[in-house]
Structure formats: structure tokens, C-alpha cells
Nanobody, 118 residues
Framework: QVQLVESGGGLVQAGGSLRLSCVAS????????MGWYRQAPGKARELVAT???????KYADSVKGRFTISRDNAKNAVYLQMNSLKPEDTAVYYC????????????WGPGTQVTVSS
């Protein structure tokens, strides 16, 4: 099996910062891409940022200029530096990985809560 574990969530006031981390472990050949998604209460999951092995990065318009995604391929890890946080950023943040393996290829972490107070 493949496991993704997120960390770094918490409660922060508006304008503050948090850094999320995600590490993939288990049985797989390699990882094509890793990224972050979020889901606010009563709303659908949305993409926050993704980072492919080829170096392609995508951000949601709502976080451009405030969030930065980075990767450490040797550690099978992805990070999300979140600055200038806003109350509307409040959500459960999920790590996602597109895995190269025989079997299921799309994996999710259990999520980490980010709450931004106004």
C-alpha cells in the first residue's frame, strides 16, 4: 500500500503563515506528481497547487502570489508554504500523489485542518 501523511496545519490569524508537509511512503516505483487540494465545509474539493516531476507547477488563482509549492523528490515529499492567509483559506488540506505502480495510482492523505481567524 501507499500512504501519504500531511502535517503542519493549525489555527492562525489572518495575515499569518503556515507550512504544510506531505511525505509518501510504501510500495511504488516513482511519483509522477504531487499536489495539494482543499475542501471547505459544505463545498467541493478544489485544487490548490500541483507540482509534476517535470517541474510544471499550477496554482489556483485564489492562492497565486501567496502560496508556494515545493518538492523534495529524494524524500518523496511535497510542501506548501502559505503566506498572507485569509479566512477563506480555511479548509481541510489534502495531499495528493500520482504514483507509478502496478495497481491504484491516485492516493490521498487523511488531510490536515487549516483554520484562519479574521
Amino acid at each position: 500500500q501507499v500512504q501519504l501523511v500531511e502535517s503542519g496545519g493549525g489555527l492562525v490569524q489572518a495575515g499569518g503563515s503556515l507550512r504544510l508537509s506531505c511525505v509518501a511512503s510504501g510500495s511504488f516505483f516513482s511519483i509522477n506528481a504531487m499536489g495539494w487540494y482543499r475542501q471547505a465545509p459544505g463545498k467541493a474539493r478544489e485544487l490548490v497547487a500541483t507540482f509534476t516531476m517535470g517541474g510544471n507547477i499550477k496554482y489556483a488563482d485564489s492562492v497565486k502570489g501567496r502560496f508556494t509549492i515545493s518538492r523534495d523528490n529524494a524524500k518523496n515529499a511535497v510542501y506548501l508554504q502559505m503566506n498572507s492567509l485569509k479566512p477563506e483559506d480555511t479548509a481541510v488540506y489534502y495531499c495528493n500523489a500520482d504514483i507509478v505502480r502496478l495497481g491504484p495510482n491516485d492516493f490521498w492523505g487523511p488531510g490536515t485542518q487549516v483554520t484562519v481567524s479574521s
